[in-house]
């Protein structure tokens, strides 16, 4: 069992900031796990933002298109806590956030967030809303 708690959003002006925090607990988590946030706006399906996952000395992170430059995830596995840097927040990235737990995907090389189905554990969700 794996348990994912969100927390940090809000409602922020069109330009600002905030940051998200998942907190990872549970007999079955362990920070092998690749993570990642996922958001889901009003209407939608759940689409990756970003995800990271660290083997062996080697931190790996992907990006969704829409958010690179503006977004940073990042984790501290002492405290099993992952989060999410959102910088110059557009309306467009209002959405459910969503905290995610998987086995990690690579392409290429390189991680790929995923989808859905590539994660098995999820959190509740965290709101934001970014006004213009």
């Known amino acids: 069992q794996v348990d994912l708690v969100e927390s940090g959003g809000g409602s922020v002006q069109a330009g600002g900031s905030l940051r998200l925090s998942c907190v990872a607990s549970?007999?079955?988590?362990?920070?092998?796990?690749?993570l990642a946030w996922f958001q889901r706006a009003p209407g939608k399906g759940r689409k990756g933002v970003a995800a990271?996952?660290?083997?062996?000395?080697?931190?790996?992170?992907a990006y969704a298109e829409a958010v690179k430059g503006r977004f940073t995830i990042s984790k501290d596995n002492a405290k099993n806590t992952l989060y999410l840097e959102m910088n110059s927040l557009k309306p467009e990235d209002s959405a459910m956030y969503y905290c995610?737990?998987?086995?990690?995907?690579?392409?290429?090389?390189?991680?790929?967030?995923?989808?859905?189905?590539?994660?098995?554990?999820w959190g509740q969700g965290t709101q934001v809303t970014v006004s213009s």
């Open positions: 995610a737990a998987g086995a990690g995907v690579y392409k290429d090389g390189g991680l790929d967030i995923g989808s859905e189905r590539d994660y098995a554990y």
């Open positions: 990271i996952d660290t083997q062996g000395s080697t931190t790996y992170t």
């Open positions: 549970g007999y079955g988590y362990n920070s092998a796990y690749t």
